[in-house]
């Protein structure tokens, strides 16, 4: 990874919505003992008197006033090449925050691959992911640079979760189911409309998602055990006692991507993965099921698009706004992510009868979208950082498990409020 350059970290679009949270937490995590007095780092957008007023924020909310004369400030544009080449040349790391990434990722990944820094992101748009691993991950290689997607709420805590329950269970895993449950507290939640954005043009565009993974030609991953059971599109959750449905985020898929890594390149046993999220009662079901109807509906058409795009607060009943949430709803927030996995004890062979061992995971953390979000892709990014030895041996385009498998990732979350436990000892 590139060293000499004035940073070691620059924050991209540093004063949206989202990159004023990094930034925040860059800043905190700055001031720790691995990294005080060594990290430098620089805040990049268009507006010069955004990024100080982002800086500012940050200073007054943190009682660090030195950050306004300390980090640096690049002026740089995603629609300006040279200016995404000037950025990418000055810093080791680039912490992209500028979505959706279907229509501006792309040119930040290039000029990161070609002027050698490595870029982080927290993209759950499958085809945007999958797309830079098809046209950049050889040139990544070559350069040694790591360029990792999804290193936010998508999908961290899935990725890693897996690997954390796989870890923590004797014998061989085989197969796991994760439930995702937001708590929010008095003053409810609600999500940026950046994000419903992203899911509007992802639904939309399903039919290139699947000429893009023929074009990768992975070959399917082998079954190893029993064949995980798929449940239906609203169900009843026996072990949570709540109504769930599938997780419609990217969570499966970036999952997916780091098993085929890990049974190609290190000849481990794939996990089958499926994700579902919990809804609550036989009301808030109702509720979802016209909602989903109707945006599936819209979703279809050009015009759909543009009415859902123009109202997001309508046609979320409130969950997803142009203003994004308060503070009081942020730390009223969180997040549990619940996983149940199963396989087969040292020395029984997985090709012969019934799973015989099972184990219950968690992952816990504080509000997923701008509070766990930030955690987790700065820690990434200092896991990129420090754990240099325990990455993949050449760059190239990753996922997070794939990127991270060997590193001190998840001790490093855990110390920062995103919690991985074991509920459940294996049982036979």
């Not at 720790?32 to 990290?39: I, K, M, Q």
């Not at 990434?101 to 992911?129: H, M, T, W």
């Not at 930030?374 to 190239?396: E, H, T």
């Amino acid at each position: 990874m590139a060293t000499g350059r004035p940073f070691e970290l620059v924050v991209f679009g540093a004063s949206g919505f989202t990159g004023q949270y990094v930034v925040q937490e860059v800043a905190r995590v700055a001031a720790e003992d691995e990294l005080r007095g060594s990290l430098r780092w620089a805040v990049a957008g268009r507006n010069r008197e955004k990024l100080q007023a982002v800086l500012e924020k940050a200073a007054t909310k943190l009682g660090k006033a030195e950050l306004k004369s300390e980090v640096g400030i690049i002026l740089c544009d995603v629609s300006d090449p040279s200016s995404l080449a000037n950025m990418a040349k000055q810093t080791a790391i680039v912490l992209n925050c500028v979505g959706p990434y279907r229509f501006f990722g792309e040119p930040v990944v290039k000029a990161c691959v070609e002027n050698g820094a490595s870029c982080v992101d927290i993209s759950g748009e499958p085809q945007f992911l999958e797309g830079m691993y098809l046209n950049y991950n050889d040139k990544a290689a070559e350069k040694g640079v790591y360029i990792v997607g999804s290193c936010g709420f998508d999908s961290i805590p899935a990725d890693m979760g897996v690997l954390y329950t796989r870890n923590n269970l004797k014998g061989t895993l085989t197969a796991v189911e994760s439930f995702l449950t937001v708590k929010s507290g008095p003053e409810g939640a609600s999500i940026h409309d950046g994000t419903w954005k992203s899911a509007i043009y992802g639904l939309a565009d399903q039919d290139n998602l699947k000429k893009l993974r023929r074009q990768i030609g992975h070959k399917p991953l082998p079954v190893i055990g029993a064949k995980l059971k798929r449940r239906g599109a609203v169900f009843y959750s026996n072990e949570l006692k709540q109504y769930s449905i599938p997780f419609m985020g990217s969570d499966a898929s970036v999952v997916k991507r780091t098993q085929h890594y890990l049974h190609t390149h290190l000849q481990e046993t794939p996990v089958q993965y499926a994700a579902y999220t919990t809804v609550g009662g036989i009301g808030s079901v109702i509720k979802l099921m016209f909602a989903g109807l109707l945006f599936l509906m819209l979703v279809k058409f050009s015009f759909g698009r543009k009415l859902l795009i123009k109202y997001p607060e309508f046609f979320s009943g409130g969950y997803f706004t142009k203003e994004g949430p308060t503070e009081k709803q942020m730390e009223g927030s969180s997040f549990e992510m619940t996983f149940f996995g199963e396989g087969y004890i040292t020395g029984q062979d997985p090709e012969q009868g019934k799973p015989d061992v099972k184990i219950c995971t968690q992952v816990r953390g504080p509000e997923a979208g701008y509070v766990a979000t930030p955690i987790a892709m700065v820690q990434a990014a200092v896991a990129l950082l420090k754990d240099k030895s325990s990455l993949p041996k050449k760059g190239g385009v990753f996922s997070p498990g794939a990127a991270f498998c060997n590193t001190k990732l998840i001790d490093r979350l855990n110390k920062h409020g995103i919690e991985f436990s074991v509920i459940s000892k294996p049982e036979a």
